[in-house]
């Protein structure tokens, strides 16, 4: 069969020798052969001629179906995250809607309790409602793993490190009981991209992104992306998402392209200065309890060294005090800016209980520890000290 997205396994095969940074820089992509140009041009069109009816000239026959500049952040997602097939959407909810779109309703999916908000609520408002079965379940917790996936789980959906608590799962034990029951696994791999963690490796069927963040990592593209090995899976993503229409634009798609030549480099930085800010965080009187997996005291530790090859730029931590403190320092921070999202180079901080996590219950919020006096940064690429010195006077 002549499908959509040709044949990536060909197409990627010039650059499984190439290491990750030198894949972020070059994946997917070679000079243009009509001008020589060195960086893909934008193709900033819906339709292409053909010579015949049904038969295009070149490769290429309609934009929602497939389009050259997408294709090239689709090789070059499938390359970074060691995956053979990358389709690349309008956000990260809409790489969300149409892996669900794999499922059935009546299909059960067992799904990390401390989710992003936003997977929370279109798996709880509008899922649901059309007949899937969902069960969030602490999979942070070893014990619960085992008993959760069962012979009638469809698809295990996880975070990790999960947000806004930072508490890991385990990729390779979860994998491995889902296998055993015949579940497909998908991580969300958007907190660490995947530069520090690398789930195909570790034995899930699917990573999901919302691009939007670290990939993009400049806060002006909202976009998603899904990537796998699974052939079959990866045919029946390809129609779905020609006959949904979850496409990323062409201009979109550049933009990505462009932003993940500095991913190594971005997240290298974003994970020395969070560790180090975390670990100032730690010490300061004013601070209850920091939240950050390259921490000793973090009680998952180990299985981030395991699992992870660095610990992100995600923090969170508890103020002394309550809402009230809490709003205070959200009101004075000047290099930090009170934003939802993540991931960017610019330091981000924000109140998941009113912000991010208002759709998550409020009892179900307490209960997972999403308390009025925790925050959530996004460590961006400013000079620490200036972090540090903006915290400090917000603090008092
Ligand atoms: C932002 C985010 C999403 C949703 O992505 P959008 O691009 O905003 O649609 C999904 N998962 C996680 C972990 C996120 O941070």
């Known amino acids: 069969m002549a499908s959509h997205f040709g044949n990536p396994e060909e197409r990627l095969k010039p650059f ?31 339709t292409y001629a053909q010579s015949e009816a049904g038969k295009p000239i070149g490769e290429f026959e309609y934009s929602r179906t497939h389009n050259p500049t997408r294709r090239v952040l689709e090789d070059a997602l499938a390359l970074l995250e060691n995956g053979t097939f ?28 401390d989710v992003y908000g936003g997977t929370y609520r279109l798996f709880t408002k509008v899922l649901e409602a059309q007949g899937y079965k969902f069960r969030f379940v602490d999979l942070s917790d070893v014990g619960q793993i085992e008993q959760s996936i069962t012979q009638n789980t469809k698809l295990v959906w996880l975070e990790t490190p999960t947000n806004p608590l930072l508490k890991l799962i385990d990729i390779r034990k979860v994998a491995a009981r ?32 919302s691009l939007t963040k670290y990939i993009n ?29 979850a496409v990323l634009g062409p201009f979109d798609s550049w933009l990505v392209v462009r932003s993940i030549k500095t991913l190594p480099v971005r997240m290298k930085a974003h994970g020395e200065s969070a560790q180090l800010l975390a670990e100032w ?23 981030a060294r395991e699992q992870m090859s660095g610990f992100g730029g995600m923090l969170s931590f508890y103020l002394k005090g309550g809402l009230a ?8 921070v000047k290099v930090f800016t009170l934003a939802e999202s993540l991931g960017g180079v610019e330091s981000l901080i924000e109140h998941p209980a009113i912000m991010t996590h208002a759709s998550v219950p409020q009892h179900i919020r307490e209960k997972n520890g999403i308390a009025d006096s925790f925050l959530r940064v996004s460590v961006g690429l400013e000079d620490l000290a200036d972090l540090k010195k903006d915290l400090d006077e917000a603090f008092s």
């Open 281 to 303: 965080l730690e010490k300061h009187p004013k601070v209850e309890k920091v939240i950050y997996p390259g921490l000793k005291s973090h009680p998952q530790h180990t299985l």
């Open 86 to 113: 990358g389709l690349a959407m309008s956000s990260g909810m809409a790489a969300t809607s149409l892996l669900i779109s794999l499922f059935q309703p009546g299909d059960e999916i067992v799904c990390c309790d």
């Open 16 to 46: 499984l020798s190439l290491g990750f940074s030198s894949r972020a820089i070059h994946g997917g992509q070679h000079p243009d052969p009509v001008t020589g140009a060195v960086m893909p041009p934008i193709y900033q069109n819906s």
């Open 217 to 245: 990592g400049h806060s002006d593209v909202v976009g998603g992306a899904i990537i796998t090995r699974d052939k079959v899976a990866a045919e029946r993503l390809y129609f779905l998402q020609n006959s949904i229409g």
């Open 325 to 332: 403190e809490a709003q205070a320092v959200l009101r004075k």
């Open 178 to 209: 889902a296998k055993a029951v015949g579940a497909k696994v998908v991580v969300d791999n958007t907190f660490m991209s995947p530069y520090f963690q690398k789930p195909l490796d570790l034995g899930a069927d699917f990573v999901l992104h």
